[in-house]
C-alpha cells in the first residue's frame, strides 16, 4: 500500500488544481493556441488541444524546421558524414564559380548552423516562395556577402535551405529518407510532413508540419543528451553545442543562438533551449526541471511564445513539487 502525508496531498491536489483550470483559462484567453503539450521526461502530465485539434494533428510548425535540421546534420557528423569545420566548397563545388564573392567558399558547416554565413539576407527572393524553383540554391550561391563569414549572426533562411543541400550532398541519399531511418523512426513518429525543393532537398528553414505530441519528442530526446531508449540517436556532444551560446543571437526571437537552436533562460534563472516557429510554435526545453513544453498556435500568441510559456504554462505545473499523474508516455516499448 502507498501512503501520503496529508501535505504531499495537498501539494498534488493543489498541483492537479493548478492544471486543471488551464484549459478553460487557453480556451477564453488564448484563443489562437491550438494545442500545448506539457511533459516532465517521459510522462505527458498536461495537453490542451482546440476544437478540431487532437494528439495527432498535423500542424505547421514553421522555423522550428531549423532545429531538426540541426538535429539531423548532428547525426551525420557523427556518422562521419560532415565535419563542423567544413568549408563549403568541399560540399559544394559550384561555390568555386568565379563570378560569386570570394568568401562564398570559406562559409563552413558552423558558419550555417549558427546563422554567421555572412550572406545578405536582404536578398529580393529566395526563401519567401515556399516551395523553392528549380536550382534556386544556387541562386542563394551568388548573394552577396555582407560580413565575414563566422562573424556576425543575421538570421537567414536562404543560407539554411543551402545547408539542406550540402547535408544531401554529404550523405550521398535522399534526406526525407535518411531523416526517417535516423530520427523520425527511432522516434515512432511516423505522421508528419516535410516539403523540399524541386530537386527533392528538404526545405531546411521551414515547411515541416508535425503533431504537438510529436514536437515534444523532439525536446525529449535533446533533454535525455541525445538518447532515446537504449538508443543514442545523436552524439550527447552535439546536442551539448547546438544547445550552448556560440553568439548573442537577435532578431527575430531576442535570445543567445546556438546551433539553429535559441539560447536562454527564465526568469528565475534556469537555463533553457528552445526551437521556434512564427506564429508562436515552439519547443521549450528546462533540463534542471526534466520539463518539456510543446506548443502550436494559429497565429502569434501575446507577449510572444516564449512569454506564454514563462508566465501562463510553466507556473501551472511547476509551483509544487509533486507530479501530476501521466496522461500518457511519450516513449513506447513497442507498437501503438
Known amino acids: 500500500m502507498l501512503l501520503f502525508s496529508a501535505a504531499a496531498a495537498g501539494n498534488l491536489a493543489q498541483a492537479q488544481s493548478a492544471l486543471a483550470k488551464l484549459p478553460i483559462l487557453l480556451a477564453d484567453q488564448y484563443r489562437t493556441v491550438r494545442s500545448v503539450v506539457l511533459a516532465r521526461r517521459d510522462c505527458v502530465e498536461f495537453e490542451y488541444y482546440k476544437a478540431g485539434v487532437n494528439s495527432r494533428t498535423l500542424l505547421p510548425v514553421h522555423s522550428v524546421t531549423k532545429s531538426v535540421l540541426s538535429i539531423l546534420v548532428g547525426i551525420a557528423l557523427d556518422k562521419g558524414y560532415l565535419r563542423v569545420d567544413q568549408k563549403l566548397s568541399e560540399l559544394l563545388p559550384e561555390a568555386l564559380d568565379p563570378t560569386f564573392d570570394a568568401h562564398v567558399r570559406d562559409i563552413t558547416v558552423r558558419d550555417f548552423l549558427t546563422m554567421t554565413s555572412g550572406f545578405d539576407s536582404a536578398a529580393p527572393f529566395g526563401a519567401n516562395a515556399v516551395i523553392p524553383p528549380n536550382e534556386m540554391w544556387q541562386w542563394t550561391l551568388s548573394r552577396p556577402i555582407r560580413h565575414e563569414p563566422g562573424t556576425r549572426f543575421e538570421y537567414d533562411d536562404d543560407s539554411v535551405n543551402l545547408l539542406s543541400v ?59 543528451h541525445g538518447r532515446w531508449g537504449h538508443d543514442q540517436l545523436v552524439s550527447s556532444e552535439y546536442v551539448a553545442d547546438s544547445t550552448s551560446r556560440h553568439n548573442d543571437g537577435g532578431a527575430p526571437v531576442g535570445a543567445a543562438y546556438g546551433y539553429l537552436w535559441w539560447v536562454t533562460h527564465t526568469s528565475t534563472g534556469l537555463d533553457a533551449f528552445f526551437a521556434a516557429g512564427k506564429g508562436s510554435q515552439i519547443i521549450y526545453v528546462l533540463p534542471k526541471l526534466d520539463l518539456v513544453v510543446a506548443v502550436t498556435s494559429l497565429s502569434s500568441i501575446p507577449g510572444g511564445s516564449v512569454h506564454f510559456v514563462n508566465e501562463v504554462l510553466l507556473p501551472a505545473l511547476t509551483d509544487h513539487p509533486a507530479p501530476s499523474p501521466c496522461v500518457d508516455r511519450l516513449m513506447r516499448e513497442g507498437p501503438r
Not at 526517417?180 to 521551414?206: C, M, R, T, V, Y
Not at 503533431?211 to 535533446?222: F, I, Q, V
Open 166 to 224: 550540402a547535408l544531401a550532398r554529404a550523405i550521398r541519399q535522399n534526406s526525407k529518407s535518411f531523416a526517417e531511418q535516423n530520427l523520425f523512426g527511432p522516434l515512432d513518429i511516423a505522421n508528419f510532413d516535410w516539403k523540399a525543393d524541386a530537386e527533392g532537398h528538404l526545405i531546411g528553414a521551414s515547411t515541416l508540419s508535425l503533431s504537438a505530441r510529436d514536437m515534444a519528442k523532439l525536446g525529449l530526446l535533446y533533454l535525455q
